[in-house]
């Protein structure tokens, strides 16, 4: 099993409570259906030392950084990972998914960027939605999903 240490941080021009930021991104990390099933352990750990910063950003936030501000962001194989804080509240309606749904997807997806996973197209009609696929600019002919497999 490949340990993945991490750290959860809510930028200065966020207005959301860290706590409940953090309990979410341990549960969605913790998802069996979602990279933990896939050999990997992620450990929250104080900031500072760690192998990935997960953030809830803004917009602006992303913008300042180089991302995209309407979408989420992270770098390949790096240790940024950031989530735009109004998808995280509004959700991505393009994906079909769920506020709920929506947010695992954006960690899995993220995270895997994280991993060293690329981007990905819709295999196929009536396919699942790879976790890789850019799921919050729509899903094509594919079915909304946010397990890997």
């Not at 930021?21 to 549960?27: M, V």
């Not at 998802?31 to 760690?50: A, I, M, N, R």
């Not at 991302?67 to 240790?79: D, Q």
Request: glycine share 10%; aromatic share 8%; charged share 25%.
């Amino acid at each position: 099993m490949k340990t993945v240490t991490y750290c959860v941080v809510v930028d200065s021009d966020v207005n959301y409570p860290l706590r409940e930021f953090t309990e979410l991104i341990q549960i969605y990390l913790a998802d069996p259906e979602g990279w933990s099933g896939k050999g990997y352990e992620f450990v929250l750990k104080e900031k500072g030392q760690t192998d990935v910063m997960v953030h809830m950003s803004s917009p602006a936030g992303l913008r300042k950084v180089g991302c995209e501000a309407n979408l989420n962001c992270a770098e390949f194989k790096g240790k940024h990972l950031r989530v735009n804080s109004v998808l995280w509240t509004r959700g991505g309606p393009k994906s079909k998914l769920s506020l709920e749904d929506y947010r695992q997807y954006v960690v899995s997806h993220e995270m895997g960027h994280i991993l060293g996973h690329d981007h990905v197209k819709c295999p196929g009609p009536g396919e699942p939605a790879p976790i890789m696929m850019q799921q919050t600019k729509g899903i094509g002919e594919c079915s909304p999903n946010t397990k890997i497999f």
